[in-house]
Structure formats: C-alpha cells, structure tokens
C-alpha cells in the first residue's frame, strides 16, 4: 500500500462493519475500519460514529480501508440500554442539538426534555427546543406550550414551534441550522424525519405512517445517518456543503454517561450561575442549609419543574453510578 494515498472523508452512515464515507466532491466510499482499530475506551459498542472524520486508503476492489479517526470535537454518547455498561455514540462533531417535542402523539416530558440538555450541557453542545406538530395544538395545548415555553427560555434555550406537515415555523429553522452539523433527537414519532424533509425535500426520508403509529411510538429511522443539504432560499447564502442534519433513530429513555452527581448542577445553566451562593461548596441543593439553589426555586427563579427534574436526574444517576466506575 506504498503508493496508496490517504484521503480524508467524513462518516456519513454506519451500518454494521461498514462505514460511509463522504468526500468533498460528493463521492461516497464504503469503508471497513482496520481489525485491530481501537479508540480509546473499550466500552463503546462502536469505534466509529457519524460525524467522525476519518483518514481511509482506496483498496483494489473499490472499497476503503479506515486507518485513522481525526480527533473529535465532541460527541454525544449513551449507555446502551438502562443498566448496561456498554455505552454507544450516536453521533461526533456536533454544532447543535435540535431537540424535537411534541405536546401529543406522543407527549414528551419535561424530565426527558432535560435529560436531554444535560448531555448536551455535558459535552458543550448549544441546543434549541423544537415543538413540531403545532398544528394539532387548540387553544389549552397553546396554553400549554407557552409556559413550558417561558420555563425553558427562562433557562435560556430557544423555543420553537413548527408544524412539519404545513410548513408553519420552518423558514426559522432553516437559518438557525445553516452552516452548521445539526442533531435531531427525541422520542420515535415526533417528527424528526418528517421535519428534516419539510427542511429539505429532496430528502425523502421515510416517514412513519399515521396508521402504523402508538403510544410507544415505531422506530421508523433505525440508525443514524447524516446529509448534507443544500437550502435554496434567498436569505441564505450557497453552503457548499456546510449544512448537515443528522437523522436519528427515536430513544425512549436517556442513558447518560461521563459524569458524576456533584457535577449535575453545572448543567444546568440557571443553578450554575448561583452554585458560588450556596454555603457549602459541595452542596447538592437537596436538603443542605444555605441553598441558593433552593432559595431561588422558592423565589419563583428557578423554575421548580426544572428543580422536580434535577432532583429526579441526581437520585437516578446517584444510584447507578457505581455502575460506571
Ligand atoms: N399532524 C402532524 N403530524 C406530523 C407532523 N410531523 C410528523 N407528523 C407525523 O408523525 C408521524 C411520525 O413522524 P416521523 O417523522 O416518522 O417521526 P420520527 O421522529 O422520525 O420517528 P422515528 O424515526 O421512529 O424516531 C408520522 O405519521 C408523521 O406524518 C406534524 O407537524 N403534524
Ligand atoms: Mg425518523
Ligand atoms: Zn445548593
């Protein structure tokens, strides 16, 4: 493989042991990654994410061979399954996680809403809220969504709404992801597929269909994959192949990892601008005396459905933790 040079490419699709890769032309090369690859870590069920940059050389049968994964910015990982330790990327080098919430069919939580940005806080990832399927909203749901609203712009996230199917809020996504590598995530049936299409038609992702859905919701995208796209208005510029979504499957739970209870309250930005208030500087905003955490919640400053839920995020990942050591 002397004569063979290096190119460099981005994974846009894993699918078992194989890798797409993106060159800046636009060709795609299938990719295998080197038997004896390891990445730092071995409790990662996957070495190689979408997003990853990597270095791979042309082999005679029209395949690549992955030699080197370029260093990451950052990346949003998750345990497996609930109890295991066995963790999985979903995705490397994110400029933006696009959470998508619905109000109904299904309702996302606010407790999953938080998980949420908590891992984004958690890995420095800015992230938006954004309510899809506001044209199934009546008036008590508008209600509704408006305090969630005030809750979540009042811990400084955006908020928006939009209605894949009519178009409604879409133009304001279009320019908040341009020029950046996007993450949709969220509940199965929320509508990121469809959103992603309502952003970029030429998509055609597939989408569940009405009769098909539940409660539960029904996996319809199966794994994660990333598209470049190009956004033919006016008021953006040519991208040349800037702007990326990335197209998740829908999660039920968030298995979170890479950090420990003391370490909770400085995701949240709201209580990380009072933590050198508390009296005790290892304070959990529990039951220790001297809380400005608690002091604000009972002010009306915190919100206390954010509080609800970082209490509930502390007792979960305090009685997993040793789990991860
Ligand atoms: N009324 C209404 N229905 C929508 C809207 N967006 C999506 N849907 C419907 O919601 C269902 C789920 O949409 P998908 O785009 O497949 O949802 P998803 O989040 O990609 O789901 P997974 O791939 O399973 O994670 C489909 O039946 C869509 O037609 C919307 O804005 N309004
Ligand atoms: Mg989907
Ligand atoms: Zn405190």
Same mark, same amino acid.
């Given at each position: 493989?002397?004569?063979?040079?290096?190119?460099?490419?981005?994974?846009?699709?894993?699918?078992?042991?194989?890798?797409?890769?993106?060159?800046?032309?636009?060709?795609?090369?299938?990719?295998?990654?080197?038997?004896?690859?390891?990445?730092?870590?071995?409790?990662?069920?996957?070495?190689?994410?979408?997003?990853?940059?990597?270095?791979?050389?042309?082999?005679?049968?029209?395949?690549? $061979?992955?030699?080197?994964?370029?260093? @990451?910015?950052?990346?949003?990982?998750? @345990?497996?399954?609930?109890?295991?330790?066995?963790?999985?990327?979903?995705?490397?080098?994110?400029?933006?996680?696009?959470?998508?919430?619905?109000?109904?069919?299904?309702?996302?939580?606010?407790?999953?809403?938080?998980?949420?940005?908590?891992?984004?806080?958690?890995?420095?990832?800015?992230?938006?809220?954004? $309510?899809?399927?506001?044209?199934?909203?009546?008036?008590?749901?508008?209600?509704?969504?408006?305090?969630?609203?005030?809750?979540?712009?009042?811990?400084?996230?955006?908020?928006?709404?939009?209605?894949?199917?009519?178009?409604?809020?879409?133009?304001?996504?279009?320019?908040?992801?341009?020029?950046?590598?996007?993450?949709?995530?969220?509940?199965?049936?929320?509508?990121?597929?469809?959103?992603?299409?309502?952003?970029?038609?030429?998509?055609?992702?597939?989408?569940?269909?009405?009769?098909?859905?539940?409660?539960?919701?029904?996996?319809?995208?199966?794994?994660?994959?990333?598209?470049?796209?190009?956004?033919?208005?006016?008021?953006?510029?040519?991208?040349?192949?800037?702007?990326?979504?990335?197209?998740?499957?829908?999660?039920?739970?968030?298995?979170?990892?890479?950090?420990?209870?003391?370490?909770?309250? %400085?995701?949240?930005?709201?209580?990380?601008?009072?933590? %050198?208030?508390? %009296?005790?500087?290892?304070?959990?905003?529990?039951?220790?005396?001297?809380?400005?955490?608690?002091?604000?919640?009972?002010?009306?400053?915190?919100?206390?459905?954010?509080?609800?839920?970082?209490?509930?995020?502390?007792?979960?990942?305090?009685?997993?933790?040793?789990? @991860? @050591?």
């Amino acid at each position: 493989m002397v004569d063979n040079p290096e190119i460099h490419g981005l994974v846009i699709r894993t699918t078992g042991s194989w890798y797409n890769v993106l060159l800046p032309d636009g060709t795609v090369f299938p990719c295998r990654l080197r038997g004896n690859f390891r990445i730092r870590g071995s409790k990662q069920t996957n070495p190689v994410a979408v997003g990853d940059r990597v270095v791979f050389q042309i082999l005679s049968d029209g395949t690549g $061979f992955i030699t080197e994964i370029e260093e @990451r910015h950052n990346c949003i990982i998750r @345990r497996a399954t609930k109890l295991s330790k066995q963790t999985h990327v979903i995705a490397a080098n994110i400029d933006l996680m696009c959470i998508v919430a619905t109000l109904g069919l299904p309702r996302t939580s606010t407790g999953f809403i938080d998980r949420l940005l908590v891992t984004a806080e958690a890995y420095h990832i800015p992230a938006v809220i954004v $309510f899809n399927k506001c044209d199934l909203y009546d008036d008590e749901l508008w209600t509704i969504h408006n305090e969630i609203k005030a809750i979540y712009e009042g811990a400084g996230y955006p908020v928006f709404e939009v209605s894949a199917l009519t178009g409604q809020g879409v133009e304001t996504i279009k320019e908040l992801i341009t020029g950046k590598v996007t993450l949709f995530t969220g509940h199965s049936g929320v509508g990121k597929s469809a959103l992603l299409n309502a952003i970029d038609p030429s998509l055609h992702l597939k989408v569940g269909e009405i009769s098909d859905w539940s409660l539960k919701g029904k996996h319809t995208t199966t794994f994660a994959e990333i598209f470049p796209i190009n956004l033919n208005n006016s008021t953006t510029q040519q991208l040349n192949n800037s702007t990326f979504l990335i197209d998740t499957p829908g999660i039920k739970e968030f298995g979170m990892v890479d950090f420990t209870p003391e370490e909770l309250s %400085h995701f949240f930005p709201e209580m990380r601008s009072r933590l %050198h208030d508390c %009296h005790f500087a290892n304070c959990t905003h529990c039951h220790e005396p001297g809380c400005a955490v608690k002091v604000a919640v009972e002010k009306g400053e915190i919100s206390p459905e954010r509080y609800q839920n970082y209490l509930n995020i502390l007792d979960s990942i305090e009685s997993d933790y040793p789990l @991860r @050591r």
